[in-house]
């Protein structure tokens, strides 16, 4: 009977041992739901993309009109029109080339690809269907990222315009864009601002903002 006894005893810390791990493995077989939902996010960025070029003439069709109106709106005495062309914008000025063209007078044109500011419309499809969400507010968060990113799409076609007048197109057109409100330093960081940051940014911080709880609840588990 002692010899029964002292076995059980000396199985009985292997057995705790066990299940301890057991336990151990069970936690991390429930992995991160963050880690989880990043991988797939990255999964549905190729989807996002095809669909962001595939659409690319309607998704821009916001931006050429909110940048006409701003261009067009404001400073009426150097541009002419926004057109739009597929994807791309042709924006019209008034300023009248010293060179002429086939004989014939011509204005200056500046030609954009407002798709470069944009991308980030593929960023937050693949965040946004990631996320564990309703198919309601999966729709509302989609359409809250198209605004956003239009947004920064018509600030990045705003201060290339400028930065073309200002920089790249002749010492006329340089000089219309000194007589005009904005000072040039201000001119070069806009549109570094919104080349090299806002793109990249907004977007990711507009998906925080909208899913704030969700990321909180993993986070904070995860740290405790």
Not at 1 to 30: F, I, Y
Not at 34 to 50: H, Q, R, S
Request: with cysteine; aromatic share 14%; glycine share 8%.
């Amino acid at each position: 009977m002692d010899d029964q006894e002292k076995n059980k005893e000396q199985e009985q810390p292997g057995d705790v041992a066990e299940s301890g791990d057991a336990g151990g493995d069970e936690k991390e077989s429930g992995g991160n739901p963050i880690k989880e939902m990043f991988l797939l996010a990255a999964l549905y960025l190729p989807l996002g993309f095809f669909l962001w070029f595939f659409f690319a003439s309607a998704l821009m069709f916001p931006t050429a009109r909110l940048s006409e109106w701003l261009l067009t709106g404001f400073f009426s005495d150097i541009f002419d029109q926004v057109v739009q062309l597929d994807f791309h914008l042709e924006i019209q000025t008034l300023i009248i080339l010293p060179e002429q063209v086939d004989g014939q007078t011509a204005a200056l044109n500046i030609f954009i690809n407002p798709m470069i500011y944009a991308w980030g419309m593929a960023l937050l499809f693949g965040l946004i269907m990631a996320t564990p969400l309703t198919a309601r507010r999966r729709l509302a968060q989609l359409l809250v990222a198209f605004v956003v990113v239009t947004l920064v799409t018509v600030w990045g076609v705003f201060w290339e315009t400028w930065v073309d007048l200002a920089f790249r197109s002749g010492p006329e057109a340089g000089q219309v864009a000194r007589d005009a409100i904005f000072p040039m330093n201000m001119i070069a960081l806009c549109y570094q601002l919104g080349y090299l940051m806002f793109p990249a940014v907004v977007p990711v911080a507009a998906w925080i903002l909208m899913n704030r709880p969700f990321i909180e609840q993993y986070v904070l588990r995860g740290r405790r």
